[in-house]
């Protein structure tokens, strides 16, 4: 039977990630994003669901390197559930998206954007290096 567990997520942090190391220095990055619900009750604010987030390894790095508190952000993984015993003998449980994947939503700030003489490369092809096409007279002449 074959299975399939996948995840698309856009939302905003709703707080500066933090990058921690595992015991086996393995990077690791948890946080939370709010994401607001499509359909809200006629009169009604909207709702937002708070779901939360780990990335591992380049994920994590990139994570905590390029977004903060506020930050849209899209997040592509997959759902884990775990559970553990706190200190008080609780049985806990715990819902969340391992990121296989996040990138940026949101244009950079003009604070980022370059303000030195930089332009685009152009490309030019010189007239006689313009490939020549054929006028074909009518409709009867075509292959299709």
């Known amino acids: 039977m074959a299975s399939l567990n996948k995840v698309?997520?856009?939302?905003?942090?709703?707080?500066d990630p933090e990058l921690k190391q595992t015991a086996n220095g393995v990077n690791v990055c948890s946080f939370r994003i709010?994401?607001?619900r499509k359909y809200t009750t006629k009169g009604e604010q909207p709702q937002s669901d708070f779901i939360s987030i780990v990335a591992w390894r380049?994920?994590?790095?990139?994570i905590?390197?390029?977004?903060?508190?506020?930050?849209a952000i899209c997040i592509c993984g997959s759902l884990q559930?775990?559970?553990?015993?706190?200190?008080n003998g609780n049985k806990?449980?715990?819902?969340?998206?391992?990121v296989d994947e996040a990138?940026?939503?949101?244009?950079?700030s003009e604070s980022a954007v370059r303000?030195?003489?930089?332009?685009?490369?152009?490309?030019?092809?010189?007239?006689?290096?313009?490939?020549?096409?054929?006028?074909?007279a009518g409709d009867d002449d075509l292959p299709f």
């Open 81 to 87: 559930t775990r559970t553990w015993t706190d200190n």
């Open 58 to 62: 380049t994920q994590a790095e990139f």
């Open 115 to 136: 303000t030195d003489s930089y332009s685009a490369p152009v490309f030019n092809t010189p007239v006689s290096e313009t490939p020549k096409f054929e006028e074909i």
């Open 103 to 108: 990138s940026f939503i949101e244009r950079k």
């Open 64 to 71: 905590a390197r390029y977004f903060r508190k506020g930050s």
């Open 92 to 98: 806990r449980y715990e819902t969340e998206v391992v």
């Open 8 to 15: 698309i997520l856009i939302g905003h942090m709703t707080a």
């Open 34 to 36: 709010g994401v607001t």
